[in-house]
């Protein structure tokens, strides 16, 4: 049997991005926050014109597996969806247990969603590419968490199939529910953090995920996490300009038999 291997065979990978060099570096003296440049809007601002959507509250819904040791020895990744429309209040959960707001700080510099983020400075958007929810046009949609509601960006029978295409082909997501897509605004991580703001963003995206993977599992819902995606046909899917916003993470949800 040939010998497992423990490492990889190419030298000089240092695997940076992972690790952590800039916390005693000096760095942060240089940020943004630390010159004294005013803080980034909270969410991606809006037309206030725009007709938003109201969501259900998110805390109305009855779960069918309230008990967190259930949903984590039997949550797993699933991509065999029905074709059954998934509800309102289902959606509304789920955002709300994405990227909710519990509250935000007296100075307003800073707001506390239902998952965790580093130093409280949440770099994530959530849109919604919807397919089969009850009384919404399929179509692109973003969850606006402050409000809690949906700020409609576009109708688009065809959003799902074109969404699973740039995702590497993956066609079993064109019968999804919804996909929840997480987009990147990298600044206001940055803002506070430099250079260490990537991998704040990518770690805050696993624990927006799984909050997605445990509140479907709790509705009896499929969920599974997607990063095989084409950077540039996403952005253009989102409607992102792929340099101070950007598509980093995706999850497919649906109905299940
Ligand atoms: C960061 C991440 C990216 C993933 N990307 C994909 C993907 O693009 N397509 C897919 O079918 N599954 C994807 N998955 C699901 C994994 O394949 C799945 O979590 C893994 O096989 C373990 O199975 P489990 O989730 O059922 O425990 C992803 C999961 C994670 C955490």
Not at 100 to 106: A, E, K, L, M
Not at 161 to 166: G, K, P, V, Y
Not at 189 to 214: E, F, P, S, T, V
Request: with cysteine.
């Amino acid at each position: 049997m040939r010998k497992q291997r423990l490492s990889s065979k190419k030298t000089g990978d240092s695997h940076d991005f992972l690790k952590a060099h800039y916390w005693n570096s000096g760095q942060f003296a240089h940020t943004d926050q630390q010159k004294g440049v005013p803080c980034p809007p909270l969410q991606k601002p809006y037309d206030v014109e725009a007709d938003l959507i109201d969501l259900p509250s998110p805390t109305a819904i009855e779960l069918e597996q309230p008990e967190l040791n259930g949903l984590l020895e039997t949550r797993c990744s699933r991509r065999k969806f029905t074709n059954v429309p998934m509800t309102l209040e289902q959606l509304s959960y789920l955002c709300w247990a994405a990227q909710g707001v519990r509250n935000i700080s007296r100075s307003g510099q800073a707001v506390f969603r239902t998952a965790p983020s580093a130093g409280a400075r949440h770099a994530l958007e959530t849109y919604l590419v919807i397919h089969n929810v009850e009384n919404l046009q399929p179509g692109l949609y973003r969850y606006l968490s402050i409000e809690h509601k949906l700020l409609p960006i576009e109708t688009n029978p065809e959003i799902a199939a074109q969404c699973a295409t740039a995702c590497c082909n993956q066609q079993w997501m064109a019968k999804s529910g919804v996909i929840l897509c997480f987009s990147a605004i990298p600044y206001r991580m940055a803002w506070r953090y430099g250079n260490a703001a990537d991998k704040l963003i990518a770690l805050d995206a696993g624990h927006a995920c799984q909050n997605i993977y445990l509140a479907c599992e709790s509705l009896n819902l499929g969920c599974c996490g997607i990063a095989a995606y084409n950077q540039g046909p996403m952005d253009a899917l989102l409607k992102l300009d792929g340099n101070d916003e950007f598509c980093i993470y995706l999850a497919a949800v649906g109905t299940l038999v």
